[in-house]
Protein backbone atom coordinates (compact mmCIF):
# COMPACT_ATOMS: atom_id res chain seq x y z
CA UNK A 1 0.00 0.00 0.00
CA UNK A 2 1.35 3.83 -0.66
CA UNK A 3 2.59 4.84 2.81
CA UNK A 4 0.21 2.12 4.52
CA UNK A 5 -2.93 4.26 4.03
CA UNK A 6 -5.77 1.96 2.48
CA UNK A 7 -8.29 5.07 2.31
CA UNK A 8 -8.55 8.91 1.71
CA UNK A 9 -11.62 10.07 2.90
CA UNK A 10 -12.27 13.84 0.80
CA UNK A 11 -14.43 16.44 2.25
CA UNK A 12 -15.11 19.28 0.42
CA UNK A 13 -16.12 22.26 2.76
CA UNK A 14 -17.82 25.57 2.23
CA UNK A 15 -19.54 27.46 5.10
CA UNK A 16 -20.32 24.07 7.22
CA UNK A 17 -20.33 25.10 10.41
CA UNK A 18 -24.09 23.46 11.13
CA UNK A 19 -23.41 20.16 10.53
CA UNK A 20 -19.58 20.20 10.09
CA UNK A 21 -18.89 18.52 13.53
CA UNK A 22 -21.21 15.51 12.91
CA UNK A 23 -19.67 14.82 9.36
CA UNK A 24 -16.07 14.99 10.67
CA UNK A 25 -17.11 12.38 13.84
CA UNK A 26 -18.88 9.50 11.95
CA UNK A 27 -15.23 9.67 9.90
CA UNK A 28 -12.28 9.43 12.33
CA UNK A 29 -14.63 7.26 14.92
CA UNK A 30 -15.13 4.83 12.10
CA UNK A 31 -14.61 0.75 12.89
CA UNK A 32 -11.75 0.33 10.42
CA UNK A 33 -8.70 -1.62 11.14
CA UNK A 34 -6.87 0.19 8.35
CA UNK A 35 -4.94 3.18 8.28
CA UNK A 36 -6.59 6.22 6.79
CA UNK A 37 -6.85 9.49 6.47
CA UNK A 38 -9.22 12.28 5.97
CA UNK A 39 -8.34 15.36 3.67
CA UNK A 40 -10.98 18.56 4.66
CA UNK A 41 -10.70 21.02 1.71
CA UNK A 42 -12.01 24.37 2.92
CA UNK A 43 -13.06 26.38 -0.14
CA UNK A 44 -13.30 30.03 1.23
CA UNK A 45 -15.24 29.38 4.41
CA UNK A 46 -16.36 32.35 6.57
CA UNK A 47 -18.09 30.85 8.75
CA UNK A 48 -16.56 28.86 11.62
CA UNK A 49 -15.69 25.93 9.61
CA UNK A 50 -12.00 26.19 9.66
CA UNK A 51 -12.28 26.17 13.39
CA UNK A 52 -13.93 23.77 13.98
CA UNK A 53 -11.71 21.73 11.19
CA UNK A 54 -8.16 22.88 13.18
CA UNK A 55 -9.81 21.30 16.68
CA UNK A 56 -10.24 17.68 14.73
CA UNK A 57 -6.51 18.19 13.36
CA UNK A 58 -4.92 18.98 16.68
CA UNK A 59 -6.81 16.03 17.80
CA UNK A 60 -6.14 13.53 15.16
CA UNK A 61 -2.67 12.78 13.30
CA UNK A 62 -4.73 11.01 10.21
CA UNK A 63 -6.59 14.49 9.55
CA UNK A 64 -5.48 17.35 7.22
CA UNK A 65 -6.38 20.80 6.57
CA UNK A 66 -6.24 21.59 3.05
CA UNK A 67 -7.30 25.07 2.14
CA UNK A 68 -8.47 26.51 -1.21
CA UNK A 69 -9.99 28.96 -3.03
CA UNK A 70 -12.88 30.44 -5.59
CA UNK A 71 -13.37 26.58 -6.36
CA UNK A 72 -16.66 24.76 -7.66
CA UNK A 73 -17.56 21.34 -5.31
CA UNK A 74 -16.03 19.16 -7.66
CA UNK A 75 -12.84 21.60 -8.18
CA UNK A 76 -12.52 21.58 -4.26
CA UNK A 77 -12.84 17.60 -4.33
CA UNK A 78 -10.34 17.36 -7.09
CA UNK A 79 -7.75 19.10 -4.90
CA UNK A 80 -8.45 16.63 -2.37
CA UNK A 81 -7.79 14.23 -4.81
CA UNK A 82 -4.40 15.14 -5.82
CA UNK A 83 -2.98 14.81 -2.79
CA UNK A 84 -4.89 11.68 -1.54
CA UNK A 85 -2.35 9.06 -0.63
CA UNK A 86 -4.53 6.04 -0.26
CA UNK A 87 -5.24 2.79 -2.13
CA UNK A 88 -8.94 4.41 -2.74
CA UNK A 89 -10.55 7.41 -2.30
CA UNK A 90 -13.99 8.30 -0.95
CA UNK A 91 -16.38 11.78 -0.50
CA UNK A 92 -18.27 12.68 2.33
CA UNK A 93 -20.63 16.25 1.98
CA UNK A 94 -19.99 18.23 4.74
CA UNK A 95 -23.64 17.98 6.13
CA UNK A 96 -24.25 14.74 5.78
CA UNK A 97 -22.81 11.52 7.69
CA UNK A 98 -21.09 8.07 7.22
CA UNK A 99 -22.50 4.99 9.09
CA UNK A 100 -19.61 3.84 12.01
CA UNK A 101 -19.15 0.71 9.32
CA UNK A 102 -18.90 2.37 6.25
CA UNK A 103 -15.07 2.77 5.63
CA UNK A 104 -15.27 -1.10 6.37
CA UNK A 105 -17.64 -2.99 4.84
CA UNK A 106 -16.52 -0.43 1.49
CA UNK A 107 -12.93 -1.17 1.75
CA UNK A 108 -13.49 -5.07 2.10
CA UNK A 109 -15.79 -5.61 -0.66
CA UNK A 110 -13.33 -3.60 -3.03
CA UNK A 111 -9.97 -5.87 -1.83
CA UNK A 112 -12.21 -9.22 -1.81
CA UNK A 113 -13.75 -8.38 -5.15
CA UNK A 114 -11.24 -6.15 -7.40
CA UNK A 115 -13.52 -3.75 -8.33
CA UNK A 116 -12.58 -0.05 -9.72
CA UNK A 117 -15.33 1.64 -7.69
CA UNK A 118 -17.75 0.17 -4.79
CA UNK A 119 -20.85 1.92 -4.64
CA UNK A 120 -23.59 1.28 -1.37
CA UNK A 121 -27.18 2.09 -0.82
CA UNK A 122 -27.93 5.06 1.45
CA UNK A 123 -30.77 7.00 3.93
CA UNK A 124 -32.07 10.17 3.34
CA UNK A 125 -32.00 11.73 6.75
CA UNK A 126 -34.56 14.35 7.65
CA UNK A 127 -34.45 17.23 10.42
CA UNK A 128 -37.05 15.70 12.40
CA UNK A 129 -34.70 12.49 12.62
CA UNK A 130 -37.36 10.47 9.70
CA UNK A 131 -35.06 8.65 7.16
CA UNK A 132 -36.36 7.57 3.92
CA UNK A 133 -34.51 4.37 2.47
CA UNK A 134 -33.23 3.88 -1.01
CA UNK A 135 -36.19 1.44 -2.50
CA UNK A 136 -33.69 0.70 -5.35
CA UNK A 137 -31.06 -0.46 -3.59
CA UNK A 138 -29.25 -4.04 -4.93
CA UNK A 139 -26.20 -5.66 -4.27
CA UNK A 140 -24.85 -7.02 -7.82
CA UNK A 141 -21.48 -7.13 -9.44
CA UNK A 142 -21.43 -4.73 -13.07
CA UNK A 143 -19.33 -4.81 -15.92
CA UNK A 144 -18.03 -2.00 -17.47
CA UNK A 145 -21.44 -2.39 -19.80
CA UNK A 146 -23.64 -2.64 -17.16
CA UNK A 147 -22.21 0.16 -15.10
CA UNK A 148 -22.84 2.70 -17.69
CA UNK A 149 -26.16 1.08 -18.74
CA UNK A 150 -27.25 1.65 -15.30
CA UNK A 151 -25.67 4.64 -14.22
CA UNK A 152 -27.54 6.24 -17.95
CA UNK A 153 -30.44 5.53 -16.35
CA UNK A 154 -29.77 6.78 -13.15
CA UNK A 155 -30.79 3.32 -11.94
CA UNK A 156 -29.02 1.20 -9.20
CA UNK A 157 -26.57 2.74 -9.90
CA UNK A 158 -26.36 6.58 -9.07
CA UNK A 159 -24.47 9.46 -10.10
CA UNK A 160 -23.61 10.54 -6.55
CA UNK A 161 -19.76 10.73 -5.21
CA UNK A 162 -20.00 10.58 -1.91
CA UNK A 163 -21.45 7.05 -1.87
CA UNK A 164 -18.89 5.17 -3.61
CA UNK A 165 -15.20 3.86 -3.26
CA UNK A 166 -13.01 4.10 -5.85
CA UNK A 167 -8.98 3.16 -6.33
CA UNK A 168 -7.10 6.15 -6.49
CA UNK A 169 -5.28 5.54 -9.88
CA UNK A 170 -8.97 5.82 -11.61
CA UNK A 171 -9.17 9.26 -10.66
CA UNK A 172 -5.84 10.21 -11.48
CA UNK A 173 -5.14 8.49 -14.41
CA UNK A 174 -7.74 9.54 -16.39
CA UNK A 175 -9.30 13.01 -17.60
CA UNK A 176 -12.04 13.78 -15.12
CA UNK A 177 -15.48 15.99 -16.48
CA UNK A 178 -14.87 18.66 -14.30
CA UNK A 179 -15.79 22.34 -14.70
CA UNK A 180 -17.04 25.55 -13.63
CA UNK A 181 -19.84 25.78 -16.06
CA UNK A 182 -21.65 23.16 -13.60
CA UNK A 183 -22.51 22.85 -10.59
CA UNK A 184 -25.49 21.28 -10.78
CA UNK A 185 -25.72 17.56 -11.94
CA UNK A 186 -22.18 17.89 -11.42
CA UNK A 187 -21.34 14.64 -9.91
CA UNK A 188 -22.87 12.93 -12.23
CA UNK A 189 -20.80 13.88 -15.07
CA UNK A 190 -17.78 13.46 -12.85
CA UNK A 191 -18.75 9.84 -12.55
CA UNK A 192 -19.81 9.24 -16.06
CA UNK A 193 -16.26 10.56 -17.29
CA UNK A 194 -14.94 7.99 -14.38
CA UNK A 195 -17.03 4.72 -15.45
CA UNK A 196 -16.32 5.32 -19.30
CA UNK A 197 -12.84 3.48 -17.42
CA UNK A 198 -14.22 1.51 -15.48
CA UNK A 199 -14.58 -2.45 -15.43
CA UNK A 200 -16.06 -3.67 -12.76
CA UNK A 201 -18.32 -2.26 -9.59
CA UNK A 202 -19.87 -3.82 -6.93
CA UNK A 203 -22.64 -2.62 -5.59
CA UNK A 204 -23.83 -2.76 -2.16
CA UNK A 205 -27.48 -2.89 -0.55
CA UNK A 206 -26.51 -1.58 2.72
CA UNK A 207 -27.05 1.89 3.19
CA UNK A 208 -24.14 2.99 4.78
CA UNK A 209 -24.72 6.82 3.58
CA UNK A 210 -26.91 9.10 5.78
CA UNK A 211 -27.82 12.25 3.24
CA UNK A 212 -29.07 14.82 5.52
CA UNK A 213 -32.06 16.74 3.98
CA UNK A 214 -31.12 20.44 5.31
CA UNK A 215 -32.38 23.65 4.16
CA UNK A 216 -29.20 24.01 1.40
CA UNK A 217 -29.72 20.91 -0.13
CA UNK A 218 -33.46 21.34 -0.34
CA UNK A 219 -32.94 24.45 -1.33
CA UNK A 220 -30.40 23.21 -4.60
CA UNK A 221 -32.96 20.85 -5.05
CA UNK A 222 -35.61 22.93 -6.04
CA UNK A 223 -33.51 25.63 -7.67
CA UNK A 224 -34.55 27.49 -10.68
CA UNK A 225 -30.96 26.30 -12.50
CA UNK A 226 -32.10 22.63 -12.05
CA UNK A 227 -33.70 22.19 -15.66
CA UNK A 228 -30.33 24.26 -17.55
CA UNK A 229 -27.88 22.31 -15.67
CA UNK A 230 -29.09 19.05 -16.27
CA UNK A 231 -29.77 19.35 -20.25
CA UNK A 232 -25.87 20.94 -19.93
CA UNK A 233 -25.06 17.80 -17.92
CA UNK A 234 -26.43 15.53 -20.45
CA UNK A 235 -25.21 17.19 -23.65
CA UNK A 236 -21.99 16.58 -22.22
CA UNK A 237 -22.61 12.90 -21.42
CA UNK A 238 -24.07 12.53 -24.96
CA UNK A 239 -20.42 14.20 -26.35
CA UNK A 240 -18.27 11.92 -23.55
CA UNK A 241 -20.30 8.61 -25.30
CA UNK A 242 -19.34 10.16 -29.09
CA UNK A 243 -15.37 11.00 -27.95
CA UNK A 244 -15.78 7.25 -26.80
CA UNK A 245 -16.79 5.77 -30.52
CA UNK A 246 -18.82 3.48 -28.25
CA UNK A 247 -22.09 3.27 -30.83
CA UNK A 248 -23.71 0.74 -28.79
CA UNK A 249 -24.09 3.05 -25.71
CA UNK A 250 -24.86 6.21 -27.95
CA UNK A 251 -28.00 3.78 -28.52
CA UNK A 252 -28.92 3.39 -25.46
CA UNK A 253 -28.59 7.24 -24.39
CA UNK A 254 -31.13 7.46 -27.47
CA UNK A 255 -33.20 4.94 -25.93
CA UNK A 256 -32.74 6.81 -22.62
CA UNK A 257 -33.98 10.68 -24.12
CA UNK A 258 -37.94 9.89 -23.07
CA UNK A 259 -37.05 9.12 -19.24
CA UNK A 260 -34.79 12.45 -19.17
CA UNK A 261 -37.23 14.38 -20.55
CA UNK A 262 -39.52 13.28 -17.80
CA UNK A 263 -36.74 14.08 -15.49
CA UNK A 264 -36.12 17.38 -17.24
CA UNK A 265 -39.90 18.35 -16.55
CA UNK A 266 -39.90 17.38 -12.87
CA UNK A 267 -36.96 19.45 -12.91
CA UNK A 268 -39.07 22.65 -14.59
CA UNK A 269 -41.98 21.83 -12.41
CA UNK A 270 -38.96 22.30 -8.83
CA UNK A 271 -37.70 25.23 -10.70
CA UNK A 272 -41.22 27.33 -10.85
CA UNK A 273 -43.08 25.99 -7.85
CA UNK A 274 -42.91 29.81 -6.29
CA UNK A 275 -43.54 31.28 -9.98
CA UNK A 276 -46.24 28.44 -11.48
CA UNK A 277 -46.89 31.21 -14.27
CA UNK A 278 -43.34 30.72 -15.72
CA UNK A 279 -44.04 26.76 -15.61
CA UNK A 280 -45.23 26.95 -19.59
CA UNK A 281 -42.17 29.44 -20.79
CA UNK A 282 -39.55 27.28 -18.92
CA UNK A 283 -41.01 24.16 -20.45
CA UNK A 284 -41.35 25.11 -23.92
CA UNK A 285 -37.27 26.73 -23.73
CA UNK A 286 -36.05 23.10 -22.10
CA UNK A 287 -37.94 21.30 -24.87
CA UNK A 288 -36.06 23.25 -27.29
CA UNK A 289 -33.08 22.62 -25.78
CA UNK A 290 -33.89 18.68 -24.98
CA UNK A 291 -34.43 18.03 -28.75
CA UNK A 292 -31.09 19.58 -29.85
CA UNK A 293 -29.53 17.13 -27.21
CA UNK A 294 -30.83 14.48 -28.24
CA UNK A 295 -30.76 14.76 -32.38
CA UNK A 296 -29.54 12.24 -33.88
CA UNK A 297 -27.87 13.93 -36.79
CA UNK A 298 -25.57 15.03 -34.12
CA UNK A 299 -24.63 17.29 -31.22
CA UNK A 300 -24.97 21.35 -32.02
CA UNK A 301 -21.93 22.81 -29.64
CA UNK A 302 -21.15 26.14 -30.84
CA UNK A 303 -23.28 28.91 -28.86
CA UNK A 304 -25.32 26.73 -27.09
CA UNK A 305 -25.11 26.93 -23.39
CA UNK A 306 -23.06 24.06 -23.03
CA UNK A 307 -20.20 24.79 -25.17
CA UNK A 308 -17.95 25.95 -22.45
CA UNK A 309 -18.98 22.86 -20.23
CA UNK A 310 -17.51 20.52 -23.19
CA UNK A 311 -14.66 23.02 -24.55
CA UNK A 312 -13.20 22.47 -20.54
CA UNK A 313 -13.60 18.60 -20.83
CA UNK A 314 -12.28 17.52 -23.85
Known amino acids: MTNNIAVSVIIPVHNSEKYLES ?16 LVVNNDSTDNSENIIQKYVAKYSNLKLVTTKNLTANET ?18 DDFYRPDFLQIMYDHAV ?24 FAISKTFSKEQGLNYLLFDLFLRGYMP ?24 DYLFNFSVYLNVTKTVSIKDPLYFYRLSP ?4 RESSNKRPLSKIKCFAAVRFLIEKSN ?15 WFSILYDV ?3 TKNEPKT ?27 WENLINDIK
Open 23 to 38: ALKSVVLQDFNKPFEV
Open 112 to 135: KTKADVVNCSYVRYLENNKVHKNV
Open 216 to 219: SSIT
Open 269 to 271: HLA
Open 77 to 94: RYEGIKQAKGDYVCFLDS
Open 163 to 186: MKMYKRGLLLDNKLAISKHLTIFE
Open 279 to 305: FHKQKEEARRLYKIITNKKGLEIKDQP
Open 246 to 260: NQKLLKTFFLYKTRL
